[in-house]
């Protein structure tokens, strides 16, 4: 399978190469050259399947220069250290189907995915006797697990930048307080788009990428889309079984795309009518609800909200989906992101009609988040995230009778205490992997959004053999 930049301006690449060179060379995103489909008996075959197992089928279509032992035995380790046997769990709560997907060692959904890149960049990296600084941007919980993939390993150092004071108590504290040495953090003065934007062009500085040895953990990584997509299939035949129904529709919160693109991969990738719908689900910061119901991608002020990983207006992941929109003319994209970059503006309205036969999509205010955790909570005895809670009022919003709707759970409540306990009058349950964070001493560097500065402090800090 070879990996294409979204650009078109940039060599083809093996799945290991794409893996680590993260963003292509010419500042576009790496695609598989075609989405492999998956008939209906094989996807039915499926069913009985274990996650990790279910992963191999699903991975290994795109993966062809790994063995399939090796593929095997490092996702049974990624997927060893979550604390549920399933991985991932649905609760079923009526008419909504809840795909909790924290059940890893951050308590985020980002382990999914994280815990498999940090086993295989480990892998790939003592195959060929080598060494990599990761470079990454987090609105929250990107980066603590991130740096739980990777944390201890010989042949990484890795550097995350967060912006300062926008992420929650926890999700610093789960961040900054590893102590392990190859472990640092760096809190940005600014929004997550300025921490984005900081990482994206040191990216782009192609000679210090090369002598740095970077690569990306965020998910411009495709192996970060990868791995998400392995969720949407368990899900499609979980739910599907357990409602005895064809079809499953799915409402994402996403700031950065990322999620919802994995879902879209999905649903090119299964029998047609798999997935029926992705509903996009977005807080205040509105900027891809607004391209998906109006066809307007335009920037505007980040707010601070109760989600702080969904705070962005520019989504890391937008130019993947352009590229498939724009039927895959690189020249069109190429154009697109040059403009949207001087402008901070693209108007797809010639688009929309596509656009809403792939998605659908509501903005959710701060008190209606308020209103849905209290809600599920007096009703259900269930405790949402924030983030959660955005899903999930966008799912009311969308759901189409007899159709299973499934909302994906992105975060333990209690990462977010201070949220819930406002909406249900007391803090969630603390579970053990946070437990004690509060005493533990910090490490952290305050910076501006200063590209030398940060660029300087890698150089020094970073894995540098001869």
Excluded at 132 to 138: E, M, P
């Amino acid at each position: 399978m070879q990996y294409l930049s979204t650009r078109g301006q940039s060599e083809a690449h093996s799945f290991t190469e794409a893996v680590m060179t993260g963003l292509a060379e010419d500042g576009g995103l790496l695609l598989p050259r075609a989405i492999p489909r998956v008939d209906r008996a094989t996807f039915e075959s499926w069913q009985t399947l274990s996650y990790a197992e279910l992963a191999f089928e699903v991975m290994s279509r795109f993966i062809d220069n790994i063995p399939a032992s090796d593929l095997k035995s490092l996702l049974k380790k990624s997927y060893d250290s979550f604390d549920h046997e399933e991985v991932v769990h649905h609760v079923h709560l009526k008419n909504l189907h809840v795909l909790e997907l924290f059940h890893g060692p951050t308590l985020a959904f980002k382990d999914v995915a994280l815990q498999f890149l940090g086993n295989l960049f480990e892998y790939l990296l003592a195959k060929n006797d080598d060494y990599l600084n990761i470079i990454g941007a987090t609105s929250g919980d990107t980066g603590s697990a991130a740096i739980h993939g990777v944390k201890g390993r010989e042949r990484i150092n890795i550097f995350i930048l967060h912006p300062h004071k926008r992420v929650s108590d926890v999700q610093e504290k789960q961040m900054t307080t590893v102590a392990d040495t190859n472990v640092f953090n760096i809190a940005v003065n600014g929004t997550f788009d300025n921490v984005q934007a900081v990482v994206k062009t040191i990216f782009s500085d192609l000679e210090f990428k090369t002598s740095h040895k970077l690569g990306a953990i965020n998910s411009i990584n495709w192996a970060r889309i990868l791995a998400q997509v392995v969720y949407y299939v368990y899900s499609c035949l979980h739910v599907a079984d357990h409602e005895k129904h064809s079809a499953v529709a799915f409402s994402v919160p996403t700031g950065n795309f990322g999620d919802i693109f994995a879902g879209y991969i999905a649903k090119k990738m299964l029998p047609e009518g798999s997935i029926s719908k992705l509903v996009l689900a977005t807080n205040a910061n509105d900027i891809l609800a607004r391209f998906v119901n109006e066809g307007d991608y335009s920037l505007g002020e980040v707010v601070a909200t109760s989600s702080p990983s969904m705070d962005i207006q520019a989504a890391s992941n937008f130019e993947r989906y352009l590229y498939y929109l724009m039927d895959c003319e690189t020249d069109l994209v190429r154009e697109a992101m040059l403009k949207f970059r001087v402008d901070g503006k693209l108007y797809l309205q010639d688009y929309l009609a596509r656009i809403k036969r792939d998605f659908v999509a509501s903005a959710v205010s701060e008190e209606e988040v308020q209103e849905t955790i209290s809600k599920y909570h007096k009703e259900h005895h269930y405790i949402l995230d924030p983030h959660t809670a955005v899903g999930v009022k966008a799912a009311e919003q969308h759901c189409d009778q007899g159709v299973p709707m499934v909302c994906l759970a992105t975060a333990h409540p209690a990462k977010f205490g201070a949220a819930v306990e406002q909406a249900i009058g007391r803090l969630p349950d603390l579970p053990p992997a946070l437990a004690g964070l509060e005493g533990r001493t910090s490490r952290c560097e305050v910076m501006e959004s200063n590209i030398e500065d940060i660029m300087a402090y890698i150089d020094t800090h970073g894995i540098n053999k001869p």
